[in-house]
């Protein structure tokens, strides 16, 4: 019986760290990067556009931030420990002003891979402040960060608008169910 155990436990060890590995590989491949500046620039434009095209309340919250954060491209993987990686591009005034990564770590009942979009507007200088002071934004620490789904923004409109930033999130694509941008810390790159 204690043997049984023992290759079950090793088994399931080395599963794991298979698994481990392969997370770190997906999330350390081109896809979650854009290769040049430039590249990751129109991936965001892009991509703004299509959510701004596909959803009229992130039109008119982008008409009152004060900057957006776009990040094209996030790629998630978990089985039982995850992660997640992208870059974005920040926009200020319809010009791109800086890039920033997008990293989390989760761990808890998951399993699978995915792909998604998310879009920020910083609402304010408090927010724009401290991401651009901070040497990482925790989201959950520092400005409230509201995530907007169906839900919230049948209740938004531009006289609504409070708090410090909004967050959509689109084009999810893959096996995960849900995306939760709690714990994601977003930081400078240097490109």
Not at 39 to 58: G, I, K, S
């Amino acid at each position: 019986m204690h043997t049984r155990r023992a290759i079950t436990h090793r088994l399931t060890t080395l599963a794991t760290a298979a698994f481990a590995a392969t997370l770190l590989s997906a999330l350390a491949t081109p896809s979650a990067r854009a290769a040049t500046a430039e590249e990751l620039r129109q991936e965001a434009q892009a991509a703004l556009a299509a959510l701004h095209q596909r959803n009229p309340t992130a039109l008119a919250i982008s008409r009152q931030a004060r900057a957006t954060l776009v990040f094209p491209k996030i790629v998630k993987a978990g089985l039982v420990f995850g992660g997640s990686y992208g870059e974005g591009v920040l926009f200020r005034n319809g010009a791109a002003a800086g890039t920033f990564s997008s990293v989390s770590a989760s761990w808890g009942w998951q399993a699978g891979a995915q792909t998604y979009t998310y879009v920020l507007y910083l609402m304010n200088d408090t927010a724009l402040k401290y991401l651009e002071d901070s040497k990482g934004w925790e989201f959950g620490v520092g400005p409230t960060v509201v995530v907007v789904n169906e839900g919230v923004a049948r209740n938004l409109s531009t006289s609504t608008l409070r708090d410090d930033a909004y967050a959509f999130v689109t084009d999810q694509q893959g096996l995960m169910a849900g995306v939760s941008l709690e714990g994601t810390k977003v930081t400078r790159v240097k490109r």
